[in-house]
């Protein structure tokens, strides 16, 4: 993961006010949306990107356990399996993903994501409800992630690299607690099943 400056034309005012309602799209955003791609109806999407022509299409979706997107190259007719962003591989700050962002979410075979980078105040209190505290708050930055990196799965376990390091299985064993069961298709992957 590479984390640079954001490209000049696509820089908007580092403004917090960006991140209203953060993270989701707005609800009737993600319907519509859902309804032309029903792929996207079962996840919460901080972001959609279509390219010109509509032939790429590129979504950043989340689960509890962190971004992944999800990419068409035909329009939406298939999609990949949802990607792992990989973004535990930073340093321990908060990368916030703008929903308005105007950067293209695909250049090549990068994804190419605006994140803002905030270095919460760990040693002081603070919470959902009351807030955090922040050492710095940076506006502007990209993080740009080749497709490949995102896909690779060493194992053939269906799981990805990135992924795995995630849920801390192994990425170079298909059966991580060697019970049989590969860790896609083993719902305690860390844990093998009595005999």
């Keep these: ?35 032309k791609y029903p792929l996207l109806k079962h996840h919460s999407l901080y972001r959609f990107w279509s390219s010109g022509d509509g032939d790429n299409l590129a979504a950043v979706i989340y689960d509890d356990l962190g971004p992944f997107v999800v990419i068409s190259r035909d329009a939406g007719q298939t999609w990949t399996p949802p990607l792992f962003l990989g973004l535990h591989r930073l340093p ?26 905030w270095n919460r105040d760990r040693s002081q209190p603070g ?13 502007n930055r990209m993080l740009r992630i080749p497709i490949a990196e995102l896909a690779r799965d060493s194992d053939g376990d269906g799981l990805t690299d990135l992924f795995e ?20 298709r083993d719902n305690q992957p860390l844990m093998p099943l009595p005999p």
């Design 1 to 35: 993961i590479e984390e640079t400056d954001l490209p000049e034309p696509y820089r908007q005012p580092g403004e917090e006010n960006r991140l209203e309602g953060y993270p989701f799209l707005s609800p009737d955003v993600a319907e519509s949306l859902a309804a």
């Design 165 to 184: 390091e995630r849920i801390l299985t192994r990425p170079d064993s298909k059966d991580t607690d060697g019970d049989g069961l590969d860790d896609a």
């Design 127 to 139: 919470g959902p409800l009351i807030g955090y505290q922040y050492h710095w708050k940076k506006w």
């Design 92 to 117: 321990d700050y908060d990368y916030i993903i703008p929903r308005d962002s105007i950067l293209p979410l695909l250049d090549g075979e990068n994804v190419c994501v605006e994140v803002s980078v």
